[in-house]
T-cell receptor, first 115, second 113 residues
Framework: DAMVIQNPRYQVTQFGKPVTLSCSQT?????MYWYQQKSSQAPKLLFH???????NEADTPDNFQSRRPNTSFCFLDIRSPGLGDAAMYLC??????????????FGPGTRLTVT | AQSVTQLGSHVSVSEGALVLLRCNYS??????LFWYVQYPNQGLQLLLK??????LVKGINGFEAEFKKSETSFHLTKPSAHMSDAAEYFC???????????FGTGTRLQVFP
C-alpha cells in the first residue's frame, strides 16, 4: 500500500544533542509537510515543500531545519534540542497542483523525548 | 482569515449512543472541510472530507458529517458509538490561498461501556 513512513517511531535525545527525524513516502506526492504536535494540542505546521521549494512558517524557530533530497524523502533536523521541543513530529504529504486544496496524508509520527 | 472552532474539548458517550462532535468554521470563500481522527501515539487519519456537491458526506468507520453553509458548520456524527471510536478528532479547513490545513483544537471522545 502507498503510504507515509516515519522513522524512528520513538526517539530519545539529550538536551543540546542534534537529532534527525526522517520521513519517506511512496505516494509520489509533490508536497511534504512537517508538523509539531504537543500533548492535547492540534498539529502546528513548521514548514513544507512544493517539490524542492522550501516554505518556512514565520514562527518556526531557527533551531529547526529541513532537507528534501528527492521526492520520496524529507528530513527534520533539530540542531540543539531543548526540553520544550519534546513532542510528536508528524510528516504529511499532499498531491499537486498548488491551490487545489487536497487532503493531507499523515505518517504515524515520531515521538521525541529530550532528556 | 479562515478559522475552525470545535466546541467541547472532551465528549463522553456510552457505547451504542449517538456521537456528535461539533465544528464551526469561518471562511470568506467556499471551504474545503475535513475531519481527521488520531489514536494515541499515531498520526492523523482522514475520516471524511467535503469539497463540493452533496452536503452530507459519509466517511470511514460509520461516521458522517453535514456541511451547512447557513450555520457555517460541519458537525461529525455516528449513530452508535463503539469502544474503538475513543480517540482525538480534529476538524480542519483548507486555506485556498496557501494550501495549508487550519486545524481546530480537537475533541477527545471517550466511550464508556
Amino acid at each position: 500500500d502507498a503510504m507515509v513512513i516515519q522513522n524512528p517511531r520513538y526517539q530519545v535525545t539529550q538536551f543540546g544533542k542534534p537529532v534527525t527525524l526522517s520521513c519517506s513516502q511512496t505516494l509520489n506526492h509533490n508536497v511534504m509537510y512537517w508538523y509539531q504536535q504537543k500533548s492535547s494540542q492540534a498539529p502546528k505546521l513548521l514548514f513544507h515543500y512544493y517539490d524542492k521549494d522550501f516554505n518556512n512558517e514565520a514562527d518556526t524557530p531557527d533551531n529547526f531545519q529541513s532537507r528534501r533530497p528527492n521526492t520520496s524523502f524529507c528530513f527534520l533536523d533539530i540542531r540543539s534540542p531543548g526540553l520544550g521541543d519534546a513532542a510528536m513530529y508528524l510528516c504529511a504529504t499532499s498531491p499537486f497542483p498548488r491551490g487545489q486544496r487536497y487532503e493531507q496524508y499523515f505518517g504515524p509520527g515520531t515521538r521525541l523525548t529530550v532528556t | 482569515a479562515q478559522s475552525v472552532t470545535q466546541l467541547g474539548s472532551h465528549v463522553s458517550v456510552s457505547e451504542g449512543a449517538l456521537v456528535l462532535l461539533r465544528c464551526n468554521y469561518s471562511s470568506s470563500v467556499p471551504p474545503y472541510l475535513f475531519w481527521y481522527v488520531q489514536y494515541p501515539n499515531q498520526g492523523l487519519q482522514l475520516l471524511l472530507k467535503y469539497t463540493t456537491g452533496a452536503t452530507l458526506v459519509k466517511g470511514i468507520n460509520g461516521f458522517e458529517a453535514e456541511f451547512k453553509k447557513s450555520e457555517t458548520s460541519f458537525h461529525l456524527t455516528k449513530p452508535s458509538a463503539h469502544m474503538s471510536d475513543a480517540a482525538e478528532y480534529f476538524c480542519a479547513v483548507s486555506d485556498r490561498n496557501t494550501d495549508k490545513l487550519i486545524f481546530g483544537t480537537g475533541t477527545r471522545l471517550q466511550v464508556f461501556p
